[in-house]
């Protein structure tokens, strides 16, 4: 399962840092992490991704330069760095594991329960 935490609220320009603890799977060399996240009445949109074997990172447009994803393996854990939040990124995070890098939600497999972000303006 993934335990996804770190969600809370935070003023515009500020920062966060999100973290989802995996447990009962084992992590493969083609194991890729991912971070989506959902507003309300929108869709579920990939944020970023990162391949637990080279820590090569993807991400979406829009977070380019102010989120920053990374993992350390030792504690199976996958972190979202987010900083200069801006109201729309105000949503539900959600951890999500593939064998492959996609940015479809279809193709991940595992998926953590949610922490909610709210930038305040």
């Known amino acids: 399962q993934l335990q996804a935490s770190g969600g809370g609220l935070v003023q515009a320009g500020g920062s966060l840092r999100v973290s989802c603890v995996a447990s009962?799977?084992?992590?493969?060399?083609?194991?890729?992490m991912g971070w989506f996240r959902q507003a309300p009445g929108k869709e579920r949109e990939f944020v970023s991704a990162?391949?637990?074997?080279?820590?090569?990172?993807y991400y979406v447009d829009s977070v380019e330069g102010r989120f920053t994803i990374s993992r350390e393996n030792a504690k199976n854990t996958v972190y979202l760095q987010m900083n200069n939040l801006i109201p729309e990124d105000t949503a539900v995070y959600y951890c999500?594991?593939?064998?492959?890098?996609?940015?479809?939600?279809?193709?991940?497999?595992?998926w953590g329960q949610g922490t909610l972000v709210t930038v305040s303006s």
């Open positions: 999500a594991r593939t064998k492959y890098l996609s940015r479809r939600p279809g193709d991940y497999d595992y």
């Open positions: 009962g799977f084992a992590f493969s060399s083609d194991t890729i």
């Open positions: 990162i391949s637990w074997r080279t820590g090569r990172a």
